[in-house]
């Protein structure tokens, strides 16, 4: 079975630095793994995603991912965080072959003035 | 652009109500599923469906039925209403063209009363 687990549920980080989001997750087939991000009140939208090409994944407002296997990670991080980055991140695992997806919990991102 | 519109973005009901919440899809994908959305618990999957008049159970069924009757078109049915289903819910659909990517509606925060 798949599982996905963010390491932190809150992360606060000073505007103009680096923001790290953790990621691990489990599965028994080569995954797919995406990040999307919430802003208040509205919709998820995906950041990135990884589907067995690249292992460094860039995405949409800065944001990149590296899939390292031997590790099970697939953390966010991008090196110069903005005010706009507030928001809360969800990483999220599926079968390569499949459908259906497995939410993390979620990291809620503050970005201090 | 794809997108995923829901009928209503705040919705309040009795307990005891049937309550539909509708989701529609203008990229004509073939996937769509209902998610409901809890602090602390992200997104767990509801129900889903992969093709008209097709539908599958997800992690926490109990309590909801679906009805897909076009593709884009996909509706949540709470046969009776109770507290614990005041919840955020979101829509979401993917295409097995795109690599499973999923895009998601605005949401519907319900509050059951």
């Known amino acids: 079975a798949q599982s996905v687990t963010q390491l932190d549920s809150h992360v606060s980080v000073s505007e103009g630095t680096p923001v790290l989001l953790r990621c691990n997750y489990s599965s028994s087939y080569s995954p797919s793994l995406f990040w999307y991000v919430q802003h208040p009140n509205k919709g998820l939208q995906l950041l990135l995603k990884y589907t067995s090409a690249a292992t460094l994944v860039k995405g949409i407002n800065g944001f990149e991912a590296e899939f390292k296997k031997s590790e099970t990670s697939f953390h966010l991080t991008k090196p110069s965080a903005h005010m706009s980055d507030a928001a809360e991140y969800f990483c999220?695992?599926?079968?390569?072959?499949?459908?259906?997806?497995?939410f993390g919990p979620g990291t809620r991102l503050s970005v201090l003035p | 652009d794809v997108k995923v519109t829901q009928s209503s973005r705040y919705l309040v009901k009795r307990t005891g109500e049937k309550v539909f919440l509708e989701c529609v899809q203008d990229?004509?994908?073939?996937?769509m599923f209902w998610y409901r959305q809890d602090p602390g618990l992200g997104l767990r999957l509801i129900y889903f469906s992969y093709d008209v008049k097709m539908k599958e159970k997800g992690d926490i069924p109990e309590g909801y039925s679906v009805s897909r009757e076009k593709k884009e078109r996909f509706s949540l049915i709470l046969e009776s209403a109770s507290t614990s289903q005041t919840s955020m819910y979101l829509c979401?659909?993917?295409?097995?063209?795109?690599?499973?990517?999923?895009?998601f509606g605005p949401g519907t925060r319900l509050t059951v009363t």
């Open positions: 990229m004509d994908h073939e996937n």
């Open positions: 999220v695992v599926s079968l390569s072959y499949g459908q259906n997806f497995v």
């Open positions: 979401a659909s993917s295409s097995t063209r795109e690599s499973y990517e999923q895009y």
